[in-house]
């Protein structure tokens, strides 16, 4: 599956999805996660211009080769940062200070959302959902599905859903606090 872009958010950098790693490459690199092995089998590279300083070419350690594992960019709710996704292995990473930067915990991430109005972006997992603001991590969701969630709506404040349940063998609708991450319904 090709890399998608979804730059929702407004965002003080400029980058581009790589087909392949560069010839000439820019004198500024960086490998997420510092410790990954086999780096270029498969991985995400992006070309990102910080608004404060010198291009740099990122490189994103391919988590899943499966097509149901997202791969691609997004921008986030802090303008500075940026979010790539390599086979459902999710990073943020702040574009002025490219060492900073987060790993988030799904393994594998199955989707991303982007809520503007909330200033949230969303990542799903087969069990819970977990939410980037401005100030970073907002919050995650208890487990929500013994395994396969689908995101159905937002209403208000209110993130729906389907999780499936191991026990009933069917899906339970669940609703989520969008502000806190609280269950207020189901699962």
Known sequence: M???SHLDFAHSWQAEILPRRPPILPPRRFIYPREAEEIERGALEILVRPASDAPF???FALGFADPAAPTGLWSCPRPAELCAVAGGYAYIVDADNPQRFSHLPFRPVLEVRPLPEHRLLVFASH???????EDGLAW???????EGLRLIEIRGH??????????????????????TGDLLQGA
């Open 2 to 4: 090709d890399p998608v």
């Open 57 to 59: 070419l990122a490189t």
């Open 127 to 133: 069990q819970s959902l977990l939410a980037w603001g």
């Open 140 to 146: 995650q969701s208890p487990r929500l599905s013994s």
């Open 158 to 179: 209110e993130l729906r859903g389907l999780g499936w349940d191991l026990f009933t063998d069917r899906d339970v609708a669940f609703v989520l606090d969008l502000r």
